[in-house]
């Protein structure tokens, strides 16, 4: 079973009225890439919240978002420096007896001094909650998260099968084609070989070059059996447990050259009208392709 490499995943942790919220979303990416947004409490956590997610994930691009609330404890997330804001008043309070105000000082005109107002320093203690909190939000997202994606990869799962035995039943026209062109073209080589025989400047290597030229041109039988193969990996790898879109993404691109091939050499309408129907099935296939984890 495939995965999606796109999802959404939310999760939830708290303790002693310390609440952390975690919601994580992966879209495409050739390779693995996490980025987190996180308080500056736990910025030191980068490293392992990474960690954590690697294995969960193998490819796409994670976005990791960490909130940490703590309103239900009744602690603030931010709080005030005492002497800052005894220095400012003191300021003013000098700058308004010099300037012969005789309004009072009101708590608006102390608020203008936004360094008054810090982040609050977290304790050993409510680190060690908020931490552990968070790990446990963490792998509760990237459980939803993974459940989506394989939901996801179930529908891509259906369509990638539906397209690749599309691809198949048009390679059995144009075999069953092919098989029917070959008389034909055995003809029109005969009769080239006859008229090349009696023509008074016969020339051997001319007539040799004719016959490997159209003998090539007629034989797609190499290409079909790889072709058959690529598909048949291709179908086999939906079905695997681990992560395939890199393989999935390699087969695409040798499914496209082999059907270049053949019709390149197929010199019949009918032929290259399948190959066309063919090619369009696995434009299709590329493009879901890119979602595969």
Known sequence: MITSMTGFGRGEASKGGIQVTVEIKTLNSRYLDISTRMPSSINDKELDVKEIVQEHLSRGKALVNINVDKTAAGIPNTTYNKELLKTYSEMMQEMRTLANISEPIQFNDLYRFDDIFESRKEDEKSLKIIWKCAQKAIKSALKH??????????????????????????????????????????????????????????????????????????????????????????????????????????????INRELNTIGSKANDSSISHNIVLAKEKLEQIREQVQNVE
Do not use: C, W, Y
């Open 145 to 254: 998260l993974n459940k989506m994606r394989k939901k996801e990869g179930q529908e891509l799962e259906k369509d990638l099968k539906l397209q690749s035995e599309g691809i198949i039943d048009l390679l059995d026209k144009v075999i069953e084609q092919s098989n029917k062109k070959t008389p034909e073209t055995r003809d029109k080589l005969q009769k080239r070989i006859l008229k090349l025989v009696d023509d008074e400047h016969f020339d051997p290597d001319r007539m040799e070059m004719e016959v490997a030229i159209l003998v090539d041109k007629m034989d797609i039988n190499e290409e079909v059996v790889r072709l058959k193969s690529h598909l048949k990996f291709f179908l086999e790898a939906l079905d695997s447990d681990e992560p395939v879109g890199r393989r999935l993404n390699f087969l695409s691109q040798e």
